[in-house]
């Protein structure tokens, strides 16, 4: 083999002291491993020099190769800048080490330190009991070591027969700064089962795993990260085919953009998968553990046909992708990542994503785009359930249009009775002002609503209103009980009579708030007081929604659009647009408020609500009379010198560059007054609340559905993702109360079942128009 390579000098290579006897099998080693003939030339010629320098360093023979041999060889071309010849090294020692000529390398045996003996008896109890899979206890050996270590294990091994929740939650408060709520919920799942470990080998007394809070992790807080059909073409076809890695590229993508398969299922294709009879293609599912049976088209056989005669390299792998360059083998676990951001960045295209995945999710907005069923999309992603694929929903922008409603037109005539001194400007005492408090913690539990609140902060919750709750407890026991040190029964009933004036669901939430304060300082003292939840109010019954017609809200917006006021520049304008995004979109009003310039796309004409109620972002199109209004109010906003810039908010409060967004409460203040100026109550004889016009919204579009003859069923997961709603089971909540849905609904079953029921013909049908 050697005399292929070096035809003229290959008894000069042969006759080599030290690896003269194994440099022929050794070239044949090379080139069954995908090197090339220049490669292994080179590497017979680096063999040569080597030779030379370990009969300096004493060795005789092959026998007499050891690690610490090839390691003072790296060193010595290392320091030459040579660094060329250290990966001949490596490939000898590991063709050495492959054929047995050579131990594998095991490093000098050390007295384990105490952390490290944890770690492997704590490992091994996640493999053999627990049954995880390799990747599960890496991470929960990773993070359970930094806990230890947090612990300072290794100087106090007994540390955890005294081990108490506060280091704990100091752990978690460390962690909090270095992750997100979903990387954090990875550290307290990790966390949990070490102490789990712990307790259940007797060496942690107290359970401390039932005790540790997890962060709280909403569904579909993100949109999908999908890019348009369009640039996943241009993408495919940036891939340059004329190169055995252009080849494999091209089809590796393809097959992601033909039937939106996961990396892991990308990489994990064997030859043995392809039914070139049957025309089948079988994935099997690594996170769901099935098999899924896709159709071989004719375009993807034709990829992996060019790719298996051209690229695919003559190795005895039953993996479909391999490597391309020598070493060859399969491709890595991120191989699929990899090869999506090179030819991302060689395209020059505008994607702002950096994992493949976003391949696999504009696939399914394509589908739905093109009218194909949810549960047909399901079923090609191989979902379990319908709901995995409801997400794609979220970005089917025109399914979502048709439950945009249009601008909203008065049927009747009114007269406007709104003068401008019922809007003139007037102080305001906002709710955070009226609950406004000292910042200092004053009372007996300072300490432990400070801990609490820290806890809580770290893992991802707000708590600002929250806070509001524990200064007033704060402030009534500094004030009424400065020497006691423990709160007690009657200390909770007497601040409890302080917000008595409140309605029985606030009260209600101010004490389950202390109560939970109460089980956290429980957790250290056992013995301390627990308010007794039978004690506390029953809630309300909800509020009866006042379904506001479309031709109230056009009095509204008429009435509103009317107003001569000179506070601020275009504010009847802005008043109207605002109050006409609520009733043709549904948003909430802290989404209104929060709404930027930035945040308007007007080629999509669509909206982008940012982490609103429940960390949940969302795209709300817009109808084209709704739209066409918006670009109007943005045009005559240019016009008069209102700021433009992306940050600005929509609704827009003051003089040119000199001003705020509107307050919630503010925009409550001229919802009422507008309601109380053109005489429109509800039954209680009250002004609608502004919150009204969201359920008004969901009604109206309803009820359009029922008129229209649409399938109402399947139009509740689209209004329930255009509302922002968790789950359709809330949007289900506007079918319950509205009589005009049950006049709709009975008028359709009979139309459609009630020629099944034989009637007098004296009697008439009782729905004939």
């Known amino acids: 083999m050697i005399s292929k390579f070096r035809p003229r000098a290959h008894q000069r290579y042969s006759s080599l002291p030290v690896l003269g006897p194994i440099l022929d099998e050794f070239a044949e080693w ?83 330190t105490p952390i490290t003996a944890e770690m492997d008896r704590f490992v091994d109890y996640l493999r053999k009991v627990r049954g995880f899979e390799p990747s599960t206890i890496g991470s929960h050996a990773r993070y359970s070591k930094r806990f230890l270590e947090h612990l300072s294990y290794d100087r106090h091994a007994d540390v955890m027969a005294s081990l108490a929740g506060k280091e704990v939650e100091d752990f978690l408060c460390i962690c909090a700064r270095q992750f997100n709520r979903y990387s954090l919920q990875h550290v307290v799942a990790s966390l949990r089962a070490f102490l789990r470990f712990q307790h259940e080998q007797g060496a942690l007394p107290t359970p401390l795993h039932m005790r540790i809070d997890t962060p709280r992790i909403y569904r579909l807080e993100q949109l999908p990260h999908s890019l348009s059909w369009e640039t996943v073409n241009s993408l495919l076809l940036s891939i340059d085919r004329t190169n055995k890695t252009g080849i494999r590229d091209y089809a590796v993508l393809f097959l992601m953009a033909t039937y939106g398969l996961r990396n892991c299922e990308i990489i994990a294709l064997t030859l043995d998968d392809i039914d070139w009879r049957a025309g089948v293609l079988r994935i099997r599912q690594k ?125 009747e005539a009114a007269p406007n009775t709104l003068g401008a001194s019922r809007l003139s400007p007037r102080p305001q005492k906002t709710f955070a002002a009226a609950r406004r408090s000292p910042s200092v913690w004053r009372s007996f539990l300072a300490e432990d609503i400070q801990s609490y609140l820290r806890l809580k902060r770290s893992l991802g919750r707000i708590y600002r209103s929250e806070a509001f709750s524990f200064r007033s407890l704060d402030a009534f026991l500094a004030a009424g009980y400065p020497s006691s040190n423990d709160l007690t029964g009657e200390m909770f009933t007497q601040w409890c009579a302080t917000f008595r004036h409140l309605s029985p669901t606030v009260r209600r939430n101010h004490m389950r708030l202390v109560r939970n304060l109460c089980l956290y300082r429980r957790r250290s003292r056992p013995q301390s007081f627990l308010p007794d939840l ?236």
Request: glycine share 6%.
């Open 287 to 411: 996170k769901t553990r099935n098999l899924l049976l896709l159709p071989l088209t004719d375009a993807v056989a034709e990829a992996l046909i060019d790719y298996l005669e051209r690229s695919r390299p003559m190795v005895p792998y039953r993996e479909l992708f391999l490597r391309v360059h020598a070493p060859n083998g399969p491709l890595e676990r991120t191989a699929a990542t990899d090869i999506f951001q090179y030819w991302t960045r060689r395209s020059g295209l505008d994607i702002p994503f950096q994992g493949s995945h976003c391949v696999r999710h504009s696939y399914a907005v394509h589908l739905l785009r093109q009218g194909v069923s949810v549960k047909a999309i399901g079923d090609l992603l191989g979902h379990r359930t319908t709901e995995s694929t409801c997400i794609y929903l979220r970005l089917a922008v025109e399914d979502l249009r048709s439950v945009a409603l249009p601008v909203p037109r008065k049927t």
């Open 534 to 769: 039978l004690s506390f109010p029953r809630n309300n019954p909800p509020v009866q929604p006042h379904i506001l017609s479309e031709s109230d809200m056009a009095r509204i917006l008429e009435a509103a659009g009317s107003l001569h006021l000179r506070s601020s520049l275009l504010r009847a304008e802005t008043l109207r647009m605002a109050f006409l995004l609520l009733c043709t979109t549904g948003m909430r009003r802290g989404e209104l408020v929060r709404l930027k310039l930035g945040d308007i796309d007007a080629s999509e004409r669509t909206l982008f609500i940012r982490e609103t109620k429940f960390h949940k972002s969302r795209l709300i199109p817009l109808s084209d009379s709704v739209a066409s209004e918006l670009k109007a109010y943005l045009s005559l906003r240019q016009r008069n010198g209102l700021p433009m810039d992306m940050t600005s908010p929509v609704a827009w409060h003051g003089f040119h560059s000199k001003g705020k967004r509107y307050s919630d409460s503010r925009l409550f203040t001229i919802w009422t007054d507008l309601c109380v100026s053109l005489n429109i109550y509800t039954i209680h004889g009250k002004p609608p609340r502004l919150h009204d016009i969201r359920h008004s919204f969901a009604v109206n579009a309803l009820l359009r559905c029922y008129r229209d003859g649409e399938d109402v069923q399947a139009k509740l997961p689209l209004l329930s993702t255009y509302m922002g709603h968790v789950s359709v089971v809330s949007t289900h909540y506007y079918l319950t109360f509205i009589e005009g849905l049950r006049s709709e609904a009975s008028v359709r079953f009979y139309r459609r079942f009630g020629n099944v029921i034989t009637l007098n013909p004296s009697e008439g049908a009782p729905y004939e128009d």
């Open 30 to 112: 090379s080139t069954r491993r995908g090197y090339t003939f220049l490669t292994v030339r080179y590497k017979l010629h680096d063999a040569r020099h080597l030779d030379g320098l370990f009969r300096e360093f004493g060795i005789q023979g092959v026998s007499d190769l050891t690690h610490d041999s090839f390691e003072a060889a790296c060193s010595h071309y290392r320091r030459r800048g040579l660094i060329q010849i250290c990966g001949t090294i490596n490939r000898i020692k590991q063709f050495l080490e492959e054929t047995g000529r050579l131990a594998p390398h095991c490093p000098p045996a050390t007295a384990p």
